[in-house]
């Protein structure tokens, strides 16, 4: 029996599914078999996961047979929780019922997250092509799912942008689910000339610009001639096209700034004495000379005053010190 049993452990992972895909999940599983007190108890539980186990897989065929590793460690922690408290609750009834279950508990968790997992998940692109890698329920073995595009085609349509001259315009045609896609894919960006609309385009009206793992592009310093069709392509290494968008750009030029000319004002007419302070040729002459003339009178005087306070200024020191030498008396003065 015992010999039996171990042959029944060691099969375990060729009946393997979704949750049981993941190491830490068989573990649980293998010690709760080996923990029945007895070997009867064992292969009874053997039997029960045996059956978990075809319900788990057809619980996702049911729903594609495959799984991502973000789902399936979503599943794996919330059943790895719920039996480790069975596990510390004593059972009620006898282990068998209570195997039975959590066994069947652990199949409506992977419902519940397969089914969010295949409707939003599995196929997030609404538009393009998606090459993904999945891990089959059955075989526990990555492969790779392809996500055709619902309409058929890799154009994700176009998008109108509108800019100022001098100011910038950024294309971006990152999506979320281009982080699933495998490689290496880069952003391929080509550009027509001319106003958009005004000629059907075909491939060799496009020039190239620039290859990048960027999404985005960022038109700085804009001129009108930079307006046009922008294209971006996302491809991988062997040119497979996974995701397509245009860009039609339009460049607003800015307003011509026009310059105001001067205003120069007209000049009076010749002796016009409307302003009694403006003077005219035949005033000018007699203006300037009498001008000089009161500025010599002012400076002759000026200079007679202080040459004879000068004068009187020496007169009187040497009459001190006439004085102090006794040449002169008050009588003599």
């Not at 039997?47 to 619980?59: P, S």
């Not at 089959?136 to 058929?152: L, R, V």
């Not at 996302?234 to 700034?257: E, R, S």
């Amino acid at each position: 029996m015992l010999l039996i049993l171990v042959l029944l452990l060691c099969c375990i992972s060729s009946a393997l599914t979704c949750l049981q895909c993941d190491h830490t999940i068989q573990l649980l599983h293998e010690d709760f078999i080996l923990s029945a007190p007895t070997v009867k108890d064992q292969i009874e539980l053997k039997q029960i996961c045996d059956h978990a186990y075809v319900t788990y897989k057809t619980t996702s065929q049911e729903r594609k047979g495959v799984i991502d590793p973000t789902t399936l460690y979503r599943a794996k922690t919330e059943y790895q929780s719920e039996f480790d408290r069975f596990l510390k609750v004593k059972p009620t009834g006898s282990v068998t019922y209570e195997a039975i279950q959590i066994m069947e508990k652990g199949r409506k968790i992977l419902e519940k997250h397969l089914d969010a997992f295949i409707h939003d998940g599995l196929c997030p692109n609404k538009c393009g092509l998606l090459k993904r890698r999945v891990m089959d329920c059955s075989s526990c073995q990555y492969k790779i799912h392809i996500c055709p595009s619902p309409s058929g085609q890799q154009d994700c349509g176009e998008y109108p942008i509108q800019a100022e001259e001098g100011g910038q315009a950024v294309l971006n045609c990152f999506l979320p689910w281009h982080r699933l896609l495998l490689g290496q894919p880069e952003y391929y960006y080509s550009w027509a000339p001319r106003l958009p609309g005004t000629k059907k385009l075909d491939g060799s009206d496009f020039t190239a610009l620039v290859v990048t793992h960027d999404s985005s592009v960022v038109l700085n310093q804009l001129h009108v001639d930079e307006q046009g069709t922008y294209c971006c392509s996302l491809k991988d290494q062997n040119g497979t096209i996974f995701y397509k968008v245009t860009f039609l750009l339009t460049v607003t030029p800015l307003p011509h700034q026009t310059h105001r000319p001067f205003v120069t004002l007209p000049s009076l007419p010749h002796g016009d004495n409307y302003s009694p302070f403006q003077p005219t040729e035949d005033l000018l002459v007699p203006v300037i000379a009498m001008v000089t003339a009161l500025s010599l009178a002012v400076s002759v005087g000026l200079t007679f005053v202080l040459g004879m306070m000068m004068y009187r200024q020496r007169a009187a020191k040497e009459l001190r010190t006439n004085r102090k030498e006794g040449k002169y008396t008050e009588d003599t003065v």
